[in-house]
């Protein structure tokens, strides 16, 4: 029984997808990558190098041929540098589906709302397939979902802070309200925060920090692997009531 | 020689179409994209659209980032 989820149309088997920022290097991001089992990466547009051209490349390491790569547009922080850099990342790879992030202020790197609906609105019409970035507000969901989002993105906390789901009752009245996927983006900090998201019902989670700064950074990938899976299947079995006093688990009959 | 402003940084290079620049520079093609004056070059048409002075492009690629 292989158990799938679908945004805009593509399927994927991993309900987990990585950043590749803040790696030792390119080696370590591509066996934390490979460790994760992640089928999707979110990447970084940005200038090139101009005076450096033996500089390596993301690509050489993990190739977009078998790992889809979801361009973002982290570090903008207006509607038009998001779209203008998306408009590039589009002609440098030719990719649609996009991780669209307005950011609001640098210290939280909360999203600014204003931004992210109007740039949504701007790249749907433009033929991307936005992913987006948002406050864990069902309301704001449902608006950017009426906007062309293609897939609710809330933080759980803070970006690269590690907190875990601040507000598990927000997250879950997210996915009940979406018809698109919901994916916890941001704020996961260890394996069991990862399996509380899936757990609530959402049909991903996206980090970077969590297992770029780990020790062991591929330890983590496969850590978070297994959090994923388990809090997926954790949520499809249903679990138990939960109630205020012991139940034995031993039959009360036939005691000596 | 036409004098452009590359990534932010004023340079002089020689004149010719943008995908002699990319050349240039040593960049695969296949792995950058151009914005010339805010408005995307497709790759197609690289080859085809000369610089002329006082041009802002953008020469970006895909780096490692998260969120």
């Known amino acids: 029984m292989t158990d799938q989820w679908s945004v805009a149309g ?28 992640a089928q999707i990466v979110t990447v970084a547009v940005r200038r ?46 030719g990719w649609d589906l996009v991780k669209l992030e307005v950011l609001g202020e640098a210290k939280t790197l909360y999203p600014n709302m204003r931004e992210t609906l109007e740039a949504t609105e701007v790249l749907a019409k433009e033929g991307f397939l936005p992913m987006v970035y948002c406050v864990d507000d069902p309301i704001a969901a449902k608006q950017l979902e009426d906007a062309g989002a293609v897939a609710i993105m809330p933080l759980g906390a803070p970006i690269g802070s590690g907190l875990g789901i601040q507000n598990r ?10 018809s698109v996927p919901v994916l916890v983006d ?30 062991d950074p591929v330890r983590m990938a496969r850590a978070m692997k297994l959090a994923v899976e388990a809090g997926r299947d954790a949520y499809l079995s249903g679990r138990m009531g939960q109630r205020r006093y012991a139940d034995p688990s031993s039959p009360l009959a036939g005691l000596i | ?17 943008i995908a002699d620049l990319v050349a240039s520079l ?3 093609v296949k792995k950058v994209a151009v914005e010339r004056n805010r408005e995307i070059v497709p790759r197609s048409t690289l080859a085809d659209v000369a610089l002329a002075e006082g041009d802002a492009l953008e020469i970006v690629h895909f780096v490692g980032g998260g969120c």
């Open chain 1, 169 to 178: 009752v927000t997250i879950r009245l997210i996915v009940e309200g979406a």
């Open chain 1, 48 to 93: 090139v190098n101009v005076s450096d051209r033996t500089a390596p490349m993301l690509t050489d390491y993990i190739d977009p041929k078998k790992i889809t790569y979801l361009p973002n547009t982290a570090g903008c922080f207006n509607a038009d540098d998001a779209i203008r850099t998306l408009r590039l990342a589009r002609e440098a790879g």
């Open chain 1, 186 to 215: 941001a704020g996961v900090g260890t394996a069991s925060d990862a399996a509380v998201a899936m757990e609530l019902g959402c049909d991903g989670v996206l980090m970077n920090t969590a297992i770029a700064e780990a020790k």
């Open chain 1, 10 to 37: 593509r399927s994927f088997t991993s309900r987990l997808i990585v950043g590749t920022g803040k790696y030792k290097d390119f080696e370590q991001n591509a066996a934390a990558v490979a460790a994760s089992g």
């Open chain 2, 1 to 17: 020689m036409v004098s452009i402003i590359l990534n932010g940084d004023e340079r002089q290079v020689r004149s010719g179409s």
């Open chain 2, 26 to 28: 040593g960049l695969d």
